[in-house]
């Protein structure tokens, strides 16, 4: 910073005082329990008289930042010191949500961890792995090894870079099978990506048996954790590096935004790209690659976010005890084939989930499984479609993780775009039934299920 300005010199003064606050507002809130960090986040009373009083954290809807003067801007511009700029980098509502996502994914590990906002969770599928596939001639045959059990835009995102970049694709076709995981990666990989529990087969995976292979390839783990969110797994403590996020689904349960996030631990592995990259990877993503490509949440969405996720840990727990009822029950009708939900002792995977799935601050009773699950219907697919199409109070929907009770059928939907033989990778079935349980009473969905079910 020796040629700068005394002028700029003094702005960057001045960010440094800002950060340091900032920095210890965020060592107190690491102190408090999960509900408290879900509640406040870094907004504190301080904030508050800053914001005329408000106990609320503001939306700021304005496109840009005001500078003091050119000395400001160019200190803000160049990232001397703390700075929204424009809307499209940054925005002070969305960094009240990402230091609370932040903090709460980062509930109990030591480490320092950073999020990032995005316009949805697809945006943070692609920005939390496309860095790593840049051209490097120390490493010219770049592969990506992720389990074949995930949502369906990542199916076939990950199906683009392999078609269209030419990096060979290794899928994971039983993501608890170690053995397949070390077949597949190497001193080329470049990540190694896993959903757990995945959409819509709630597959689960041993996570730092996994990380464990890919950091001794100097690999980074990326983990979809968006169907248990922190309030049930925080994978950064089990060695993952970096979180992604659909915000969209239980975070914001209300059902009005569409948002995604990148949350990651200082210090990642990668073979390729600037210090920058593996220090702090999500403000990486934020100041460079994000910033160029735009896909920015809007503040509004943001606040409706943070209102939401104040009460995460109660709302989980309810539709987690909620869907293991539902579960049981659809175990025991004669209409149902089978039902996958990671709380059934009798689901492949059942003690990775137990190992992995806790309720946080629940104590000694803090086995719960999330609200997903999904079934499949005896006759086969016609069967299961007249079953669908009886439902009278769950919703029809490609949407998950919401106060109400949503159900699909992927096969014709969140995983229509995959082809034939890719949906036999993806372990698909045409009478699957993927059922999101929302907080109305067990009673009245199960009601709805039954009657559905009854002519199956």
């Not at 995945?198 to 001794?216: F, K, M, T, Y």
């Not at 915000?247 to 059902?255: I, P």
């Not at 601050?361 to 697919?381: I, K, P, Q, T």
Request: glycine share 8%.
């Amino acid at each position: 910073m020796d040629n700068l300005t005394p002028g700029v010199q003094a702005f960057v003064e001045q960010g440094r005082q800002l950060m340091e606050r900032e920095q210890k507002q965020r060592t107190t809130m690491r102190t408090k329990k999960f509900d408290t960090i879900a509640v406040h986040g870094l907004y504190d009373m301080q904030s508050a008289l800053e914001n005329q009083g408000s106990i609320i954290e503001p939306a700021f809807l304005a496109t840009a930042q005001h500078y003091t003067n050119s000395d400001h801007m160019e200190a803000g511009l160049a990232y001397l010191m703390p700075a929204w700029t424009y809307a499209r980098v940054a925005n002070p509502t969305l960094h009240y949500l990402e230091e609370t996502l932040a903090l709460l994914e980062g509930y109990g590990f030591e480490g320092e961890v950073s999020a990032h906002l995005t316009g949805s969770g697809m945006a943070a599928v692609f920005l939390g792995t496309n860095s790593f596939l840049m051209n490097d001639p120390a490493h010219p045959r770049p592969n990506i090894v992720a389990s074949a059990r995930c949502y369906g835009g990542t199916f076939t995102l990950f199906t683009r870079y392999a078609n269209e970049r030419g990096v060979d694709l290794r899928w994971v076709r039983d993501p608890l099978n170690l053995e397949e995981w070390a077949s597949k990666i190497d001193d080329e990989t470049r990540f190694v990506f896993g959903e757990m529990p995945a959409n819509p087969s709630l597959a689960v995976i041993d996570l730092q048996a996994v990380a464990g292979l890919a950091h001794a390839v100097n690999a980074p783990f990326i983990v979809d954790s968006t169907i248990a969110t922190p309030a049930l797994m925080r994978p950064l403590l089990h060695g993952a590096d970096i979180i992604v996020h659909s915000v969209s689904k239980s975070m914001s349960a209300s059902g009005f935004v569409i948002a995604g996030a990148i949350i990651s631990r200082a210090g990642i592995p990668s073979k390729v790209g600037p210090d920058e990259l593996r220090g702090n990877y999500a403000m990486y993503v934020k100041g460079y690659p994000h910033r160029d490509m735009g896909p920015t949440l809007s503040p509004f969405s943001a606040l409706m976010t943070l209102n939401d996720l104040r009460t995460l840990r109660s709302r989980t727990d309810i539709t987690s005890q909620t869907a293991m009822t539902v579960a049981r029950w659809l175990g025991e009708n004669p209409a149902v084939e089978s039902v996958q939900y990671p709380g059934l002792p009798g689901f492949t995977g059942h003690a990775t989930a137990a190992q992995y799935m806790r309720l946080v601050d629940a104590g000694e009773d803090a086995a719960r499984y999330g609200y997903l699950l999904s079934f499949n219907v005896r006759g086969g697919a016609l069967a299961a479609r007249q079953a669908f199409d009886r439902l009278q109070m769950i919703w029809r929907a490609t949407d998950l993780g919401r106060v109400k009770s949503v159900a699909t059928i992927p096969m014709i939907s969140t995983h229509q775009q995959i082809s034939g033989t890719d949906k036999d990778v993806a372990g698909l079935q045409a009478n699957l039934i993927r059922l999101s349980v929302g907080m109305e009473h067990p009673e009245d969905i199960i009601a709805d299920l039954q009657q559905a079910l009854a002519g199956a």
